[in-house]
């Protein structure tokens, strides 16, 4: 949703990462599952840490795709 015009746009992707929040949490997940869409938890909402093993979290899992 556009934040000016209030404006809902879909952008078609094969593939959408979100990076949302510093507390391990997973609030997408369970829908996700739902609908049997794939998906991979990483960083921060794995579990809290350094930056170093949030990027390699999101690296492993990039590989996988």
């Known amino acids: 949703r556009d934040v ?3 404006a809902i746009s879909h952008i078609p ?3 959408v990462v979100l990076s949302l ?3 391990p949490a997973k609030p997408f997940g369970d829908s996700l ?3 049997g869409e794939k998906y991979v938890v990483i960083g921060d909402a794995q579990k ?3 930056i170093v093993d949030a990027v390699r979290t999101a690296f492993d899992a990039v590989r996988t795709i």
């Open 48 to 50: 809290s840490g350094r």
């Open 33 to 35: 599952e739902e609908i």
């Open 4 to 6: 000016d015009s209030g």
């Open 21 to 23: 929040g510093v507390r």
């Open 13 to 15: 992707a094969d593939l």
